[in-house]
């Protein structure tokens, strides 16, 4: 490429990338923060066992936003990226945007009637906990909520304006907050002890909120866009290049939450084999996956979102043959993220105990901590690394590690578990991130510098 076209790439290959992060690390410590508290009320307001509960409801979760929502998301992002970087415009076609609506209301709502229509069937066969088939319904109209959400975030991100996914999470994060205090306040004040399933009514609130905001934002940006000065952008673009990329990244993501919700439900089982009854193996869980976890994740507020701007940023400089820019990018995120995990294992190595009694009044959870705080340096790369593999076109190959790193953990679950408890799950986790890091390492080594 001549050097003139690198100069006057530049600006916008490096500006929005800082910027972009710089906001959605900002409003994701704000909302992480919330979170974290948010947390602690949900643990002392409904205990361990409750914790349990709630978190059997992830698989579902994810499960049905992979289904309806995530595959539009990142292919929105890259396709308008890509446009934006080869016609060098501000205001890249909306048209994948819209045909990602066209296609997703549909299909979430489809989802939504199928979760509530076999809330009882999922609970009881595959969940294996009756009491979350109430939750199910309640959380089923969310499912077109956050579809319709992504959408609008798609375009967002690949546009580089990160301040609209941004404060629609804060948005949904407080909305989600208030809603739960203030039912549970209004349930207590009559003398009732409220149950979980105001957490997952909040849950739904929450994501109308950010919808709603979404939708404001993307009007605005259409009259913005109407009122912009000289050329426009093309809408050459139809639904065969959207399903393209839409199809094998959901078949993707859906396999791998399969597999993730194998992992979920397995691991009470495996307790239950190891000699605990139903409610210690569900407290053990919930303390896990509701207390340690949300932990040992905050810091992945900064790398989470340097990960969704470098999408959009490596796939502008993929369509542009900036190769040298893709390299630079590689090394920085393998420094930097390396040098956040290691003071973060640390940190969390000397006051994970602390943690533990002094914020969720749970030594478990303090043991936990400490046992997770190894995993930082290669969890909080591999979040970034993804990125850089999907902005490269290599969704197959990161689908491939990523099975392979989920049925690594399936497999110490399944085989040691019930002989050594939780501390099992506990060496699979270490064991899969350290493969994800090295086989995602070595992907983009062979791409980037050996060119192939």
């Known amino acids: ?43 002392r307001l409904f205990g361990e066992e409750g914790m349990g509960i709630y978190q059997l409801l992830s698989p579902v979760l994810a499960l049905s936003f992979s289904l309806t929502a995530a595959g539009f998301q990142t292919a929105i992002s890259k396709f308008v990226a890509a446009q934006a970087g080869l016609e060098n415009t501000q205001f890249p076609s909306r048209r994948p945007m819209v045909m990602g609506l066209i296609l997703t209301v549909p299909l979430s709502l489809a989802c939504t009637a199928a979760l ?23 959380l089923a109209p969310s499912v077109p909520l956050s579809a319709i959400h992504a959408c609008i975030n798609g375009y967002f991100y690949g546009i580089k304006k990160a301040g ?25 004040a009559q003398g009732h002890t409220p149950s979980i399933n105001v957490a997952v ?35 050459a673009f139809g639904y065969a290049q959207l399903l393209g990329m839409v199809i094998p990244l959901t078949a993707n993501r859906i396999v ?12 009470p089982a495996g307790l239950r084999s190891y000699g605990y009854d139903n409610a210690t193996a569900l407290s053990v869980y919930g303390v896990l996956t509701g207390m340690a976890f949300p932990m040992i994740f905050f810091p992945n507020a900064l790398t989470g979102s340097v990960s969704v701007m470098l999408l959009p940023m490596i796939s502008e400089s993929y369509a542009r043959g ?16 390396f040098l956040l995990g290691f003071s973060c294992m640390g940190l969390f190595l000397l006051t994970g105990r602390l943690l533990g009694e002094g914020l969720y009044r749970s030594p478990l959870a303090g043991h936990f901590i400490r046992s997770l705080s190894l995993i930082c340096p290669f969890l909080y790369l591999d979040t970034t690394l993804s990125s850089i593999l999907q902005g490269l076109g290599m969704a197959g190959r990161l689908f ?45 080594w062979r791409r980037s510098w050996r060119g192939k």
């Open 322 to 337: 900036d190769d040298e820019g893709i390299r630079r990018a590689i090394l920085r995120t393998v420094k930097y993220c």
């Open 256 to 267: 791998l939450n399969l597999l993730q919700s194998v992992e979920s439900v397995s691991i």
């Open 201 to 235: 009514l909040g849950l739904t609130i929450g994501e109308g909120c950010s919808m709603l905001a979404a939708l404001a934002a993307a009007w605005y940006h259409r009259f913005r866009q109407a009122a912009a000065p000289g050329r426009h952008p093309s809408n």
């Open 400 to 444: 491939l590690i990523n099975v392979t790193s989920l049925l690594v953990r399936l497999a110490f679950i399944l085989m040691t578990v019930p002989h050594l408890g939780i501390q099992g799950y506990l060496y699979g986790i270490l064991v899969s991130q350290i493969l994800q890091c090295v086989l995602y390492l070595g992907c983009l």
């Open 1 to 43: 490429m001549p050097s003139s076209a690198k100069t006057r790439f530049r600006p916008h290959t490096r500006h929005p990338l800082i910027m972009g992060t710089a906001i959605l690390t900002v409003t994701g410590l704000i909302t992480r923060i919330i979170g974290f508290f948010y947390r602690i009320y949900l643990s």
């Open 116 to 138: 509530y229509m076999g809330s009882d069937f999922i609970a009881v066969s595959l969940l294996r906990e009756p009491r979350t088939a109430s939750m199910i319904r309640i």
């Open 164 to 188: 609209v996914p941004a404060g629609t999470q804060l948005l949904e994060q407080c909305c989600r907050v208030a809603c739960v205090y203030l039912v549970s306040a209004s349930i207590m």
